[in-house]
């Protein structure tokens, strides 16, 4: 079946729906809506569903936490998971990060790629189904999530209200050919008060927007003499920059924003600020913050230092990522984001930090942990995915396992499954997110064959 050949005809619809979604800046809010995950949020469900519903799809909203459209009939269900919800904007954009701007082929905006870009190619994926005239053995389920981003309460919702569970399916929010298996994924939140003492004193200090974007800035505001503050200015240090101000100085870093789950291919801003504060004659309290976070963490996202180094063959080694920081003269506070490989347990790693931060003086104030997932390459799942990918593309597949965490995590008998091909720039949760609209068409189409197979 021509699925490509389908999609095409559709082609301006498509790039219209999701040039849509992305104008709605759909990052998590508890804002004065008394809706789940903000008004935005559910805007972006409401405008996703109201098209499924005009294809001719039956549609569903779940309360508000997540909705599906559905097509076929049958006992049994396959479903494909997308989510709606990203993560903000961030810093170093050149295009407007909510337009949906095409250019030289390409559609820009957060959402593009994860998950906005796979969730609209779904959907006229099934509408290729649809329109082939295709009557599906199981019933296929398009389910837009809306909290993916932020821990996943959208899934467990749909799990403990009665949600059907898939006898297979799917979540385009990953990498081709097949995500057989997910790192587990730690978040953490610590935070430490201070009684200042010394003559440098922090005035506040900030960086990152989320716990699984590597930063690309951070900056803090110092008090202090004036000579101090002209003695930390004449300090070289490669992407700081040092201004004056009235009662001491402000320090910038700059970094390069990367996914969450691949630090290695960014630079963290929050912890080249946080290598160069602790240069400085700091004292007390202050002192013993910035060194921990320096020293145990800095611009390392492997956790040698905090102690929690480690791998495996099927995974490969654990990833650390220092989000978010913030402070003021009483408190710091950081989001911290670890994912450690499929073959070890959160005993491995999650105590060594807690005991570590708390000889630091911190507290921790939030955890989510999701465990890891592994399905084995002979399952049936793997290997009608890979059969599907292997027909569309023509190339030999093997599955693989990454450090993103997933729907896949949340939903039994699910699997990652695209939409990003072997070779092409990993771009989610960065600067100038984007889409190659030839891209969009093949998943849009890879999508169709993959639900077309497992429904069958």
Known sequence: MEFRKLVEKRQEELIADLARCVQIPSVYAQDQSGLPYGKAVDECLDYMLSRAEAMGFSVCNMDHQLGWCEYGSGDEMV?????????????????????????????????????????????????????????????????????????????????????????????????????????????????????????????????????????????????????????????????????????????????????????????????????????????????????????????????????????????????????????????????LNYRYPVTYRFDACGPVVNAAFLQAGFHETFLSHKAGIYMAPESDLVSKLLKVYSDYTGEEAKPKCIGGGTYAKMIPNTLAFGPIFPGDEVREHKPDEYMEIDRLLDNAAILAAAMNELAD
């Open 79 to 335: 479903a494909v998971l997308a989510h709606l919800d990203v993560v903000p904007e961030g810093d170093g954009w050149t295009v407007p990060p909510y337009e949906g701007r095409v250019i030289d082929g390409r559609i820009y905006g957060r959402g593009t790629m994860d998950d906005k870009g796979p969730a609209v190619a779904a959907l006229y994926g099934l509408l290729a189904l649809k329109e082939a005239g295709i009557v599906p053995r199981r019933r296929i389920r398009l389910i837009f999530g809306l909290n993916e981003e932020t821990g996943s309460a959208d899934m467990k919702y749909y799990l403990s209200h009665g949600g059907e569970v898939p006898v297979m399916g799917i979540t385009p929010d990953g990498e081709y050919p097949v995500i057989n298996g997910e790192k587990g994924l730690v978040t953490q939140e610590f935070s430490c008060s201070m009684n200042q003492s010394g003559e440098i004193l922090l005035a506040d200090l900030a960086g990152g927007t989320a716990h699984n974007i590597v930063p690309a800035q951070a900056s803090a505001r110092l008090i202090c003499q004036k000579k101090t503050a002209q003695e930390i200015a004449e300090r070289t240090a490669e992407k700081i920059t040092c201004t004056l101000t009235e009662d001491g100085i402000r320090i910038e870093a700059d970094g390069i924003g990367a996914h969450g789950g691949s630090p290695q291919e960014g630079e963290n801003a929050i912890g080249r600020l946080l290598l160069f504060l602790n240069q400085l004659p700091l004292e007390g309290d202050l002192s013993r913050a910035v060194r921990f976070l320096a020293e145990k963490i800095g611009m390392e996202y492997d956790g040698k230092s905090l102690g929690i180094a480690m791998e495996d063959e099927v995974s490969g080694p654990l990833t650390v990522n220092l989000g978010v920081i913030r402070g003021d003269s009483e408190q710091i506070t950081v989001k």
